[in-house]
């Protein structure tokens, strides 16, 4: 039997007007963007319906924003009693994935990931650190790439997002160092990411540690659906394992491209992605050809994906 998965895009996939046609058009969508208004005491969805790019892309505002669309999303998909096999997310997304399986509620990971996203934006000052797409070097490139530039301070792979596009981030000398080496060892290009958050090395540490003390006061739910880990990409054996492997994964590179071919082996012939955009899909398709991808972000969208899913 093949298998589904369901996929969800973290932090870069926002933009103004992101899930308006799902709440315009059914009520179990709206009742999660009223619900995440509810949780944060201040109306989150005027912001994510009509607000300003700079203030969506408030990293705080940005991370609750991104898993209530994606929470959305995947309640217009259950309408059609449309279930995974498994699930993942990409950094943030993991968080909505952790949702959807029963570990969280929506009242706790908003709430959660709003200052998830506060104490990320606080551990490195602004200006201090980078991030970089490598395209066109191996995974072992890369890491030697960071090795070399390891001198001019922190550089470490962020994300392995796909063959061929790695993103590695730091401090920001030793990232643009190790941009200049990899164009040297035929990367075939190196793009610097709009952010100075860099995600997923150990400068986040701080954010980490903080994270914990959040994660340590909630009471997790048991796991309906299984969920594959960015840090070891994995399944997340038990409930137990949430809180460690959240914490190391702020500081931890995403193994992104390693997780789909984990479900690839596993039976997953089909990924769906819910929420902003299609980012995930794209990787997929580059990791895995012969794999189908779907993605539900608006009414057009969700109806495509019903269709397809249900002739399969």
């Not at 103004?16 to 509810?38: A, H, Q, W």
Request: hydrophobic share 40%.
């Amino acid at each position: 039997m093949e298998k589904t998965a369901f996929i969800f895009p973290g932090q870069g996939s926002q933009y103004i007007g992101m899930g308006k046609d799902l709440y315009d058009s059914f009520p179990e969508c709206r009742e999660v963007f009223d619900n995440t208004d509810e949780c944060l005491g201040f109306k989150l969805s005027e912001i994510i319906f009509n607000g300003s790019s700079k203030e969506l892309d408030r990293t705080e505002n940005t991370q609750p924003a991104v898993v209530t669309v994606s929470l959305a999303a995947y309640k217009a998909l259950c309408r059609y009693n449309i279930r995974p096999h498994v699930a993942a997310g990409l950094s943030l997304g993991e968080y909505t994935a952790l949702t959807v399986s029963g570990a969280f509620t929506q009242s706790q990971v908003i709430p959660l990931v709003r200052k998830r996203g506060k104490f990320m934006q606080e551990a490195v000052p602004e200006g201090k650190g980078r991030m970089c797409a490598v395209l066109g070097l191996s995974e072992e490139k890369v890491r030697a790439v960071c090795e070399k530039a390891g001198r001019f301070g922190v550089v470490e792979p962020a994300n392995f997002n796909c063959p061929g596009q790695i993103v590695i981030g730091g401090e920001t000398d030793a990232v643009e160092e190790a941009a200049r080496i990899a164009k040297d060892e035929g990367a075939f290009k190196c793009v610097f990411l709009p952010m100075s958050v860099p995600s997923h090395t150990p400068m986040m540490y701080p954010a980490a540690i903080k994270l914990r003390e959040e994660l340590d006061k909630l009471t997790f739910g048991l796991m309906e659906i299984h969920v594959i880990s960015n840090v070891t990409a994995d399944y997340i054996n038990s409930v137990w394992e949430v809180n460690s492997l959240l914490y190391r994964q702020v500081m931890s590179s995403v193994l992104w491209e390693q997780a789909v071919r984990r479900m690839a082996e596993d039976g997953v012939r089909h990924f769906v992605e819910l929420g902003p955009g299609k980012t995930l899909s794209g990787f997929v398709k580059k990791i895995d050809r012969s794999l189908n991808v779907y993605h539900v972000e608006d009414k057009a969208s969700l109806e495509e994906t019903v269709s397809a899913l249900e002739r399969i």
